[in-house]
């Protein structure tokens, strides 16, 4: 106990004359601040883009896509594939009614509000089922598109990003207008960055034909996704790849999300070996304003590890205020910021809010305490090893 | 300059404390060396970034494709001087994780329309030769051990043969350099009279265009000539210079200038503190040192500029190390992403150019008001709390 004592006091000693250091020590918390705060905006967006992408993914939905196919544009299938996969085993069914929507995928350009560029906007061409094969989704304003009309309903994230989507508005793409009549959420996923029409509209207005690219499918339940690819693999009429709709997007997801992480991590390490330098230098110079101070302790009794332990833990504490000033600056101005980007694996926009989550933060402060960790220790061994005779003949 | 052994021994007074300053200056100027080199890799374009040609696309999107029948009808436009097509083929070699680009193209007009890639005669010839025949950039060549003569399989996400596979395999016939320092050369080029006659959606369709404007030519008005011609046709066009269709391309990533900004902005706000820091401490230890100096004779002017001298040359120091490692970085992170940035991840004059300017303003704005201060200290008060 003896030795917890001493420690405790010469930490509370330390802690009372701070307000004696308040620049040097200001220094190392702000340099510590921002390095949590540059490490979580950078990789809240990460966490934002796949919570996005990841939301859309039910475990009860396939996507049947044309084999080899990486994205959904990249797809085809014909009216007589669809049928295929519509009577397949394992598609839960309403009657005599197949729960399902066969899509086609086309890019419109439409320009961003915030940097008033041209963007590739996912334009998606829907069936009847769209809104039953889609967990969370619905209509929030206006009505649903008539089949056989040029009119489009968009999804929230889509209305706030891009130019010209708001409703009851007329929109161009090339030679064809379109009326926006109705908004959809669903539920934050990745479809509220499309815009939604009729399929065989969309297949006349891009003549595709009776063409389809993929087939969204509620399955009967989880296990029937098995049975499913089974009967479609075997059929020699066809030849598709089935996901779950989970996998297909956590696929999507990577490519852009690890990107994102190999510029983040090496640049958060980076700012961190900065941090532990001004930790360093702010606790060297820390130690030797006390010399006085350390060395009539040691004269009093007090041992050469409490004076360490100490001056480790006011190290330590500093970091934890930096952490924790860089995590909430990160949490306020980042958390739920939107931006859109385009996804390397569907070759479109894809609208996301950053996502400063719990991990994140504990992340980020963790760090911090290893920088003060690593910050306090060499001027704390300075400290206990300072010899109490020659500093004291300094007074 | 006479003053500098006394400065330089200044700075060193305490060497732990400067060292570490120097230190976290020179992470700061490595970050800045870096990701402003990869901020123009993305907005450049990489090998995209002629100045001279005009790209012509679909007007509703990139994704959709324009009839083979107006390349006559482009070439025929005022002020054309070369025009030829290419198509986006989305295939991968061996492992959808090599992705690069892929064109189907027309040999001689394409190698008239980019004359920066060199390839040499006789590979021309062999490839004019052989319809399944492809020239691969040394930059691809090297990422994956290809050679003249190998077969090179590259499975398309996006075009299936006639013959129901999807797997595409060419030969190596040749090897091309580029002349553009900027340039990459990760890319595989194809003949698309072969592309047109294999691929199961026919043959009566490109990508997009891209031609060479004649000497002299207006940009604008070329590129209002020809997309006024096809205006109201099915397929309306919309005409950019390669360099504005490489930088509209590179936005839709998102705002990449304002993130790196901001992450430049917080570390140097944090470097300014340590360095300014160390700065206002070593002039506080020094002050009866100033007080003799200016006894001595030293004048106000000379006393100020000693102070921010030495406050520069510890941010000069830090900040060139820095942009050293940062260029080695920067070679090395560029030729690992060469997929993806094919023009490489180029520390670029500007940059560096740039980057001195930070140090010395850095420099200055740290050590000003200490400088200021041993300025104006007041002999008899500083020697007598000395």
């Known amino acids: 106990m003896h030795i917890v004592n001493q420690v405790l006091a010469v930490t509370w000693l330390n802690i009372l004359n701070l307000p004696r250091r308040v620049a040097t020590s200001s220094v190392a918390i702000v340099g510590v601040a921002a390095v949590v705060l540059v490490f979580a905006a950078v990789l809240s967006m990460a966490k934002g883009f796949e919570r996005t992408m990841t939301l859309a993914g039910a475990e009860d939905t396939a996507i049947v896509i044309r084999s080899g196919s990486t994205s959904e544009l990249a797809s085809g299938l014909s009216n007589d594939q669809v049928l295929i996969v519509t009577t397949a085993p394992g598609v839960l069914r309403d009657g005599d009614r197949a729960v399902v929507s066969a899509e086609l995928f086309v890019l419109v350009d439409i320009r961003k509000k915030s940097n008033d560029s041209e963007a590739n906007v996912p334009f998606r061409g829907v069936g009847n089922g769209a809104f039953e094969v889609r967990d969370a989704t619905r209509l929030i304003a206006g009505r649903m598109f008539e089949p056989g009309r040029n009119e489009l309903i968009v999804g929230r994230a889509a209305q706030s990003e891009f130019k010209g989507l708001e409703l009851g508005a007329t929109i161009r793409f090339g030679r064809s207008e379109w009326d926006v009549v109705g908004v959809f959420e669903a539920g934050g996923g990745v479809a509220e960055s499309e815009i939604w029409t009729d399929v065989k509209v969309l297949q006349g207005a891009y003549r595709r034909g009776n063409s389809f690219q993929t087939v969204r499918v509620r399955l009967a339940d989880k296990d029937s996704i098995s049975g499913l690819e089974t009967a479609l693999k075997t059929d020699p009429r066809i030849d598709v790849d089935v996901f779950t709709e989970r996998q297909f997007y956590s696929s999507q997801a990577e490519g852009t999300s690890t990107f994102i992480r190999v510029l983040g991590y090496p640049i958060t390490f980076l700012m961190a070996i900065g941090a532990v330098f001004g930790a360093l230098n702010s606790m060297y110079s820390s130690v030797s304003t006390r010399g006085k101070e350390i060395a009539t302790l040691r004269a009093l009794g007090f041992g050469p590890m409490s004076v360490l332990i100490s001056t480790m833990i006011e190290s330590t504490l500093l970091a934890l205020v930096g952490g924790l000033i860089g995590g909430a600056i990160a949490y306020l101005v980042f958390n739920g910021f939107t931006v859109s980007t385009l996804s390397n694996a569907s070759f479109s926009q894809v609208v996301f809010d950053f996502a400063v989550t719990a991990d994140l933060l504990m992340q980020g402060i963790f760090t911090a305490l290893i920088i003060g960790l690593i910050g306090g220790f060499l001027p704390a061994v300075r400290a206990a090893r300072l010899p109490v005779a020659q500093a004291l003949r300094e007074l | ?386």
């Open chain 2, 1 to 386: 300059m006479k003053y500098f052994g006394l400065i330089w021994r200044n700075v060193w007074r305490k060497k732990i404390r400067t060292s570490l300053t120097i230190l976290s200056v020179l992470v700061a100027f490595l970050l800045f060396a870096l990701l402003n080199a990869v901020g123009q890799a993305m907005s450049s374009g990489g090998a995209m970034t002629g100045a001279a040609r005009l790209v012509v696309i679909d007007k509703v999107s990139l994704i959709n494709f324009l009839p083979i029948s107006y390349q006559n009808k482009i070439a025929q436009v005022p002020g054309v001087a070369v025009v030829s097509h290419q198509s986006w083929f989305g295939g991968f070699y061996q492992d959808p994780k090599n992705q690069f680009p892929q064109f189907p193209v027309v040999p001689e007009e394409y190698l008239d329309l980019y004359p920066e890639f060199v390839l040499p005669d006789e590979q021309l010839q062999a490839w004019k030769k052989n319809r399944t025949g492809a020239i691969i950039g040394r930059d691809l060549a090297e990422l994956h051990g290809l050679k003249v003569g190998d077969r090179i399989p590259i499975q398309s996400t996006i075009f299936t043969k006639k013959d129901g596979g999807r797997t595409w395999e060419f030969d190596i016939e040749g090897i091309f350099d580029t002349t553009d320092p900027k340039g990459g050369t990760a890319l595989l080029l194809f003949r698309h009279d072969y592309f047109a006659e294999t691929n199961t959606f026919g043959d009566g369709f490109v990508g997009w265009y891209t031609l060479r404007l004649a000497e002299g030519a207006d940009p604008v008005e070329v590129a209002n000539a020809i997309d006024e011609q096809f205006a109201n046709s099915p397929n309306e066009t919309e005409t950019s210079t390669e360099a504005a269709f490489a930088a509209s391309f590179a936005k839709q990533f998102g705002n990449i200038a304002l993130i790196v900004t901001m992450i430049l902005g917080a570390v140097f706000f944090t470097l300014l503190l340590v360095a300014g820091n160390t700065m206002s401490q070593s002039v506080r230890e020094r002050i009866a040192e100033l007080a003799v100096l200016k006894t001595l004779g030293f004048k106000d002017g000379t006393v100020l500029g000693i102070v921010l001298t030495e406050s520069i040359l510890i941010m000069a120091i830090g900040g060139l190390f820095g942009l050293g490692f940062g260029w080695l970085a920067a070679e090395a992170i560029g030729s690992a992403m060469a997929m993806f940035v094919p023009g490489g991840i180029v520390v670029s004059t500007d940059i560096v150019l740039l980057a001195i300017a930070m140090m010395i303003g850095a420099g200055v704005i740290a050590g000003i008001f200490p400088a200021l201060k041993a300025m104006r200290l007041s002999i008899v008060d500083a020697l007598a709390r000395g």
